[in-house]
């Protein structure tokens, strides 16, 4: 069933990728049928990720209200109502204003068919199951460049096969049921209950779909019932998922992806293709290694790791790029050997790793409460800078020549591996409320692992234990003391101190504190006894800092305390 869910779901990836493929190869025949003027081309081709930012800024409270199936539904009907009128127009503007209600359709729908994804998925398959999503894209992508060259001048049939995979997905999603977790969280648990059995394929009454309720009803606990706004996002709890959700799109779209799917042809002819058929074939050379190598990430996602695959992407794609680069700044014929070998090994690079962690990550690192709006925002990183680096490529070439724009590319890579290593948490095999539980713990983001998740590092955890609980209240007094928010936190002085005996690497970092130090002996404790464990201290005091007085009591009650996520 889980994989119907994610075919199902994949077709909205398919059309997204059409729809920004299929522009490549219609603007010839276009050419032929209309007069064109340079600003309708930018209008035209801009006209999807514009539209797209639409669709993913009403998406994120419209799939909280209306549900992730309503949404998927109307994405439906918009590709199709978008496709046909796209097919019929008899003015050039008519396509503009036909492209930006398809990216409407492809904004909604690129956010909420991989939320719709990862809260069905169980979580050992989520990345495989995320990425079905990337390789639809890939494959829209290929269908539109095939679709370009065997339909040759017949534009309004390009435009018009568009619908049919829109009409696919208004049917399917209407025998489907909405995600457990939505249903869960508007009260609907006896739906909840009946769309966990379905997806398992287990009967209701099964002892694992109780469990599993239970997990999802004890994560949903702990919010609020009113709708979550934009400004949560923000919050200190909440922004380390916004910087790896956001980041990840960012980087995504400045390593310059789209600069190669729209402009290939140029790409290749620069390189030296010369003809448009060998510049053609030579494009659908770069759709099918974007699909292949897609279906590599895919097997790599869960069993690797997003970070190792993550650093693995950003190395190859800086690499190639600087190829690309290098080979563009020369006139040697054999540097366009180099360049040319240099694209291909990008896609390859991008493709296996760049291409679906972003879309995998932004719908796993959120708190269940923000998630729709933080997938929301996460998009719209996506689309702002997908419209950017299209709109502008042509203008950069122009200034800085193909070699300067490539060089620019690279270095955005070279940032990502920085950005991987500092910022990324290890979110593979983890239960989403386990992250949740781990993200509001205010412990590092990027230090979560699986193993920390299961099993807190044995050998620390027990010799921590030799520090007696009675004697944590004394040391976090003192160590409190030495922190910028001892006003508010002092009060509350018992409280902390039985968070941080429940909090492994808390109490692991406070035994060794209290081993290192003068403390147990004299009773005082310098600044500098904080040493190596001051940033992992001063980050979980922050958090209660912050933290309102129920959260810290749910945490309590749950059994989940900040940085211990996974008693629950
Ligand atoms: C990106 C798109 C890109 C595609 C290429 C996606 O992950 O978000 O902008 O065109 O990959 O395969």
């Given at each position: 069933m889980i994989y119907l869910v994610a075919a199902l779901a994949g077709l909205a990836g398919i059309l997204f990728g059409f729809d920004e493929g299929i522009i490549a190869g219609a603007l010839g025949p276009l050419r032929g049928a209309f007069t064109i003027s340079p600003l309708d081309e930018g209008l035209m081709t801009a006209a999807v990720p514009l539209g797209a930012l639409f669709g993913a800024m009403l998406a994120g409270r419209a799939a909280e209200r209306y549900g992730r199936r309503a949404m998927l539904m109307a994405a439906g009907i918009l590709f199709t109502l978008g496709a046909v009128g796209a097919s019929m127009i008899t003015a050039i503007w008519m396509l503009s204003a036909a492209r930006l209600a398809l990216g409407v359709a492809v904004g909604i729908a690129a956010m909420v068919a991989p939320l719709y994804i990862s809260e069905s998925a169980p979580p050992?398959?989520?990345?495989?199951?995320?990425?079905?999503?990337?390789?639809?894209?890939?494959?829209?992508?290929?269908?539109?460049?095939?679709?370009?060259?065997?339909?040759?001048?017949?534009?309004?049939s390009m435009f018009l096969l568009g619908a049919l995979p829109g009409i696919a997905l208004f049917v399917g999603m209407f025998f489907m049921r909405d995600t457990p977790r939505w249903l869960q969280a508007r009260g609907r648990t006896g739906e909840a209950r009946a769309a966990l059995a379905r997806l398992h394929g287990l009967p209701p009454s099964d002892a694992r779909i109780d469990a599993e309720l239970a997990q999802i009803a004890q994560a949903g606990q702990t919010e609020s019932r009113d709708v979550a706004r934009w400004r949560e996002l923000a919050a200190p709890a909440v922004r380390p998922a916004l910087i790896v959700a956001m980041g990840l799109f960012l980087l995504q779209q400045l390593s310059g992806i789209n600069a190669v799917i729209y402009y290939a042809p140029t790409v290749f002819k620069e390189a030296g293709f010369d003809s448009h058929s060998t510049g053609l074939m030579a494009t659908i050379g770069i759709g099918i290694v974007n699909v292949l190598m897609t279906v590599v990430g895919m097997l790599l996602i869960d069993r690797i790791g997003r970070r190792r695959l993550l650093a693995v992407g950003f190395v190859g794609t800086a690499v190639s790029l600087s190829m690309i680069s290098i080979g563009a700044m020369t006139e040697s014929q054999s540097l366009d050997v180099v360049a040319t070998i240099g694209l291909v090994l990008y896609i390859a690079a991008f493709a296996v790793s760049l291409g679906a962690l972003p879309w995998v990550m932004m719908a796993e690192v959120f708190p269940r409460r923000v998630r729709s709006?933080?997938?929301?925002?996460?998009?719209?990183?996506?689309?702002?800078?997908?419209?950017?680096?299209?709109?502008?490529?042509?203008?950069?070439?122009?200034?800085?020549?193909?070699?300067?724009?490539?060089?620019?590319?690279?270095?955005a890579c070279l940032t990502g591996i920085w950005f991987t290593l500092r910022y990324v948490p290890e979110t593979s095999g983890v239960p989403l409320e386990v992250i949740e539980a781990h993200l509001l713990s205010g412990l590092p983001f990027h230090q979560l692992r699986p193993e920390s998740a299961g099993r807190p590092n044995a050998a620390a955890a027990e010799a921590s234990l030799a520090l007696p609980r009675e004697k944590t209240g004394a040391l976090v007094a003192a160590i409190v003391m030495h922190n910028p928010y001892r006003s508010t936190l002092t009060p509350m002085l018992p409280r902390i101190a039985e968070l941080a005996y429940e909090n492994h690497q808390i109490r692991t970092a406070l035994y060794a504190i209290w081993q290192d130090s003068a403390f147990a002996r004299t009773g005082t404790l310098r600044a500098s006894d904080l040493s190596a464990h001051k940033g992992t201290i001063w980050r979980f005091l922050e958090h209660i800092h912050y933290a309102s007085p129920e959260f810290l009591a749910s945490v309590r009650e749950g059994g989940a305390t900040p940085g211990n996520p996974n008693a629950h």
């Amino acid at each position: 069933m889980i994989y119907l869910v994610a075919a199902l779901a994949g077709l909205a990836g398919i059309l997204f990728g059409f729809d920004e493929g299929i522009i490549a190869g219609a603007l010839g025949p276009l050419r032929g049928a209309f007069t064109i003027s340079p600003l309708d081309e930018g209008l035209m081709t801009a006209a999807v990720p514009l539209g797209a930012l639409f669709g993913a800024m009403l998406a994120g409270r419209a799939a909280e209200r209306y549900g992730r199936r309503a949404m998927l539904m109307a994405a439906g009907i918009l590709f199709t109502l978008g496709a046909v009128g796209a097919s019929m127009i008899t003015a050039i503007w008519m396509l503009s204003a036909a492209r930006l209600a398809l990216g409407v359709a492809v904004g909604i729908a690129a956010m909420v068919a991989p939320l719709y994804i990862s809260e069905s998925a169980p979580p050992a398959k989520r990345g495989v199951l995320v990425a079905v999503y990337q390789l639809a894209i890939t494959l829209g992508i290929l269908l539109a460049y095939l679709a370009n060259f065997g339909l040759g001048d017949a534009w309004r049939s390009m435009f018009l096969l568009g619908a049919l995979p829109g009409i696919a997905l208004f049917v399917g999603m209407f025998f489907m049921r909405d995600t457990p977790r939505w249903l869960q969280a508007r009260g609907r648990t006896g739906e909840a209950r009946a769309a966990l059995a379905r997806l398992h394929g287990l009967p209701p009454s099964d002892a694992r779909i109780d469990a599993e309720l239970a997990q999802i009803a004890q994560a949903g606990q702990t919010e609020s019932r009113d709708v979550a706004r934009w400004r949560e996002l923000a919050a200190p709890a909440v922004r380390p998922a916004l910087i790896v959700a956001m980041g990840l799109f960012l980087l995504q779209q400045l390593s310059g992806i789209n600069a190669v799917i729209y402009y290939a042809p140029t790409v290749f002819k620069e390189a030296g293709f010369d003809s448009h058929s060998t510049g053609l074939m030579a494009t659908i050379g770069i759709g099918i290694v974007n699909v292949l190598m897609t279906v590599v990430g895919m097997l790599l996602i869960d069993r690797i790791g997003r970070r190792r695959l993550l650093a693995v992407g950003f190395v190859g794609t800086a690499v190639s790029l600087s190829m690309i680069s290098i080979g563009a700044m020369t006139e040697s014929q054999s540097l366009d050997v180099v360049a040319t070998i240099g694209l291909v090994l990008y896609i390859a690079a991008f493709a296996v790793s760049l291409g679906a962690l972003p879309w995998v990550m932004m719908a796993e690192v959120f708190p269940r409460r923000v998630r729709s709006l933080g997938m929301s925002a996460a998009t719209l990183a996506n689309w702002g800078l997908n419209f950017l680096v299209v709109f502008l490529f042509p203008v950069l070439i122009a200034t800085i020549g193909l070699g300067g724009v490539f060089a620019v590319f690279a270095l955005a890579c070279l940032t990502g591996i920085w950005f991987t290593l500092r910022y990324v948490p290890e979110t593979s095999g983890v239960p989403l409320e386990v992250i949740e539980a781990h993200l509001l713990s205010g412990l590092p983001f990027h230090q979560l692992r699986p193993e920390s998740a299961g099993r807190p590092n044995a050998a620390a955890a027990e010799a921590s234990l030799a520090l007696p609980r009675e004697k944590t209240g004394a040391l976090v007094a003192a160590i409190v003391m030495h922190n910028p928010y001892r006003s508010t936190l002092t009060p509350m002085l018992p409280r902390i101190a039985e968070l941080a005996y429940e909090n492994h690497q808390i109490r692991t970092a406070l035994y060794a504190i209290w081993q290192d130090s003068a403390f147990a002996r004299t009773g005082t404790l310098r600044a500098s006894d904080l040493s190596a464990h001051k940033g992992t201290i001063w980050r979980f005091l922050e958090h209660i800092h912050y933290a309102s007085p129920e959260f810290l009591a749910s945490v309590r009650e749950g059994g989940a305390t900040p940085g211990n996520p996974n008693a629950h």
